[in-house]
């Protein structure tokens, strides 16, 4: 598995985002893709939940935007193994340099064309529960992206303009809306520029921080696009147990004390530089 250069976390600081080749090999990425299909069909290899919880996983969103899985890993052991992979948290653990590394949530999303943009926010407006910022996604595309199937598209820089509010609308986003909230969090001194687009072939992908501000554009194409993240927690995250009350699966923090790290049964631990962890 690849290993990130200083060069990667140098280019990780300044833009708050790297892009990075080759994250999962075609026979990860046919893994994947086959989990995709049996979460949509209801089918669960390994299904972690409590068992007074387990129910068919409902996607957030519409048909018309993405189908936006959450934590598929707990419900598929394919996508554990991916998810738990030593070597993606290294990578994870690298570019936040942080000794450790947990996994917080992963993301299946499946975005048939032609639709509707997904607006552009912040990750951590949705991990409140963390005392810190130190957390970081990585996107991988597992079709060959191109701009007309609306692949991840970045703001540069937009990691240092601090926490902003999320948008009204995440997930069935439109021309008008698409931007709000970054016009919120733009600062005066900010001209809006270029934006990154992660136009890479299927196993590619971003490693981004959770302040980057990032959407997608409509797939405009009759294709689905496909595309599955991963979100990770580093050392200085802690829970604040006072601000659970509001997400989507308060179950996942079970066993973790106010002030703990974010690691337990659901959010283990995936990589640690120090070998008696
Ligand atoms: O796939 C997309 O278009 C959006 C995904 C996203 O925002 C995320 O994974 O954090």
């Known amino acids: 598995m690849h290993a990130i250069t200083t060069d990667e976390v140098a280019r990780f600081e300044r833009d ?74 290294a990578m994870a653990a690298a570019l936040l340099r942080t000794p450790s590394i947990s996994i917080v949530e992963d993301q299946l999303l499946d975005k048939p064309g032609p639709g509707l943009p997904c607006n552009f926010h912040q990750d951590y407006g949705y991990w409140l529960f963390s005392t810190s910022t130190q957390m970081i996604t990585c996107w991988i595309a597992l079709v060959d992206m191109t701009l007309e199937l609306g692949p991840l598209q970045l703001i540069p820089g937009s990691h240092r303009w601090g926490h902003a509010s999320n948008p009204k609308e995440l997930i069935a ?23 990154a687009s992660v136009c890479v072939r299927a196993g590619s992908g971003v490693f981004l921080h959770c302040l980057t501000f990032h959407g997608s554009p409509a797939n405009q194409s009759t294709n689905c ?15 604040d147990r006072l601000k659970l009350a509001d997400y989507t699966y308060p179950y996942f923090f079970a066993g973790i004390p106010n002030g703990g790290r974010v690691i337990n049964k659901y959010m283990p631990l995936v990589y640690s530089s120090r070998t008696s962890e």
């Not at 026979?27 to 069909?41: C, K």
């Open 16 to 89: 708050g985002f790297v892009v990075v080749q080759d994250i999962l090999d075609a026979a990860h990425v046919t893994r994947v893709l086959a989990a995709m299909d049996r979460v949509h069909r209801g089918e669960y290899t390994l299904d972690r939940r409590p068992v007074n919880l387990r129910k068919p996983l409902a996607h957030l969103g519409r048909g018309d935007s993405i189908r936006w899985y959450l934590n598929a890993r707990i419900l598929d052991r394919d996508l554990w193994s991916i998810a738990t992979h030593p070597g993606l948290g």
């Open 225 to 239: 696009r496909r595309a599955f993240s991963l979100h990770w927690a580093g050392e200085d995250c802690k829970v």
């Open 173 to 195: 986003g439109s021309e008008d809306t698409w931007m709000e909230a970054v016009e919120r969090a733009r600062p005066a001194t900010e001209p809006a520029g270029e934006l």
